[in-house]
């Protein structure tokens, strides 16, 4: 056995995040971690990568009882992590984040680059990595950067490379890369764990599976002697009933129409329409142009032309002020980065976009009408907290994304546009939020959805527009297959990892 | 609990343990009214500094600002405008050069610590400039009440520190300006995305700023009787201290008036108390810089154990 964790406790002050968490991974195997966000997934691996020391239970390694006191006594020994969000230096190139503290040194404190360079060559054409060593890492795409860090493990000589959702920001197409590149880790001889949240890639790339509920290892098997229904009841639980699928209302109002709206090189005449009681889907592999559609939008970055109408009503929108004033919305890809204040409370973030309710006299904050409006928003979308009062860091994603699409519901936004948004939620609370998207609908909103999950699409979407390079391709009804999505996605499209100059 | 409550504990055993080691001179009144008198002013600043920490951003220029301010104000004064009148030009200069702050930061989408960096600079040379480097003298004898009289047996600045920390908490915990300044502080993108109209607020909290320092200002032309081009050098640095060792964050978001307050007393007693008991103010100086250190390594031991 490669690894080896017996009844691992972790307490973080009076949270419990460890109760009993057991795993067994060999080498040549790709072992899926999988569990609910807050199952203690993150800590049991944060552990056997020295960056946090359990309070009890024993961590073998090759038959030897280790304990690592900081990341680098793990990765001594062979362990490496491939994290969610990349620790990559964005200013420093391929081979030199590669060789990163283990520098080709020359005597005084020299560093011989151009060895490190031609290792890094080597290393990237041995895999068909789509990579150079000389690119600056902070040119590349989130999957990009994740095979820098795969080189990183391997040049390193690691024996366990362990990958923390590592396709939550991916498109099908480098997802695919991915699972190629872990295959190979895994016929070398490796042992791979794997984090994810997605059901549908398990049977592409495991073997076994580990599965954690509330601190604690539930169940442990071979991949093929289990069902996704029966992985979803250990990961809840409780039964689920069966998959998540809306039904359609008789759409309304024309609440949005976007004609020829353009922005060089990103966008080309982007025409669409939502009407009131619909949700319309938005496909594509990442960089082509469906953030940025959002963007332009919600007045994030200007385009060069086209023409906007909200409700029948032409607008212009140059700000994210102007957007909400016509009644735009957007719940953003990176809810913690550009949709919640996660150290203030949750009631601070729900009347934020519309701080007015809660004012007397224009100014004046009236604390009370506050915390019981944000109890009123909390029931209604059964947001699950202590009080309003807590912070909104502390709530699991699936709760943080309601308090962000709760805000608008307070501000009273009709035309939703949701990037991602079940990106990095557990698979219960995903259905809770498709439910709050339908409720939104039902009561009259117009929603368009971006994602990068085509079963979800299928299950929520009214009609889905495919997106390539920039362009609508085409436009599908909600009950198509990933099949169709993908032809309109992918013609003539390699999925370069290189990013374009956008921010998807 | 115990840990959010240390600055507080931290100056009541300072109190108490001065009363003890040195009680007939710490507890005499001369002697409190001086610890008042001494720290109204930077008191006053670091209020400012708290909205505009909490808000994200700091200001290093309100050392230059209170010169500034105390200058304009006395040198109206001397060209025979009314004492009021010269408290407002001073508190109004501090407006404004707050005001020219936020919206550099604001407009140039520059970090603060730069621009305020450079406004440091242009400020206090351009005080220099107006003074000729000149202090100035011809000041109404009845102005020296304002940073030395007593108004009901209490140090006048006392009331008006009272009057300010009440406006400013106020501020904070009731007005739109307070919550827009938490949101943005913590963080700007979000408070953006959300409709947030982030310039004008910031642009105001350090309009707000430059008032209080400039009103500051006027208390330390008042104590010294002068318009001294060259007042108020280093200052920065104490009013950001208090902020800091009463809990306030320089990743914005967190901040109290209350804590504030506590922190800058807290400086003034450490101060007062070395004086009293004979230690060197060489000494002093390391003992502050000792007390920001443990103060923010205790408070983010505290928002460590709160983070997991």
Known sequence: MLLQLTAIQKRFGGVVALKNGNLTVAPGEVHLLLGENGAGKSTLMKIVAGMHQPDGGDMLWKGQKVSFSKPADASAVGIAMVHQESLLAPHLSVAENIFLGREERLPFGWVNRGKMLDAARKLIEEHHFPLHADWRVEKLSPAGKQLVEICRAIAHGSSLLIFDEPTSSLSESETKEVFRIVRTLRDRQMGVIYITHRLEELRTVGDRVTILRDGETVHNCGLNEITNERIIQHMVGRELGAMYQRSSLLPGEELLRVQGLTRKPLLHDISLTVRAGEIVGLAGLVGAGRTETCRALFGLDEPDSGAVHVAGKAVTVRSPREAVTEGIALIPEDRQKTGLATALPIGYNLTIADINKVSRMGFLLDHDKERSLAGDYAKKLRIKCESPRQLAGRLSGGNQQKVVIAKWLVRGARVFLFDEPTRGIDVGAKVEVYEVMDELARSGAGILMVSSELPELLQVADRILVMRQGRITGELPGRTTQEEIMKLATLHDGGALLAEEGTE | ?308
């Open chain 2, 1 to 308: 609990m115990i840990q959010r409550l240390l600055p507080f504990l931290t100056l009541i055993a300072l109190f108490v343990g001065l009363s003890i080691a040195s009680p007939d001179h710490f507890l005499s009144k001369t002697n409190l009214s001086s610890v008042v008198r001494q720290t109204a002013v930077i008191n006053l600043m670091a209020l400012g500094m708290t909205l505009v920490i909490i808000s994200g951003g700091i200001d290093l220029s309100v050392g230059a600002i209170l010169a500034m301010g105390g200058l304009l104000g006395t040198m109206a004064m001397a060209k025979g405008q009314p004492i009021l009148m010269g408290v407002f030009i001073g508190v109004f200069a501090g407006c404004v050069c707050g005001f020219l702050n936020g919206f550099l930061t604001t407009k140039l989408k520059i970090n603060p610590f730069i621009v305020t960096l450079g406004t440091l600079g242009i400020l206090r040379g351009t005080t220099l400039i107006i003074s000729n480097g000149l202090p100035v003298h011809e000041i109404p004898a009845a102005f020296s009440y304002l940073g030395e009289g007593n108004l009901l047996g209490v140090p006048f600045v006392l009331w008006v520190l009272v009057v300010c920390a009440v406006l400013v908490h106020v501020i904070l915990e009731h007005t739109r300006l307070g919550r827009y300044a938490f949101s943005i502080g913590s963080n700007p993108d979000a408070a953006y995305y959300a409709g947030i109209p982030v310039a004008f607020h910031t642009t105001a909290v350090y309009a707000i700023c430059g008032m209080l320092t400039g009103l500051g200002g006027m208390i330390e032309a008042s104590r010294l009787m002068t318009g001294q081009p060259t007042a108020g050098q280093g200052y920065e640095l104490q009013a950001i201290a208090a902020v800091v060792i009463g809990g306030g964050s320089l990743r914005g978001g967190e901040g109290s008036v209350i804590g504030t307050l506590v922190g800058a007393f807290i400086m003034g007693l450490l101060a007062n108390g070395s004086d009293l008991l004979g230690i060197s103010p060489y000494l002093q100086q390391a003992i502050i810089g000792a007390t920001i250190i443990l103060a923010v390594s205790f408070d983010e031991l505290r928002k460590r154990k709160m983070v997991h």
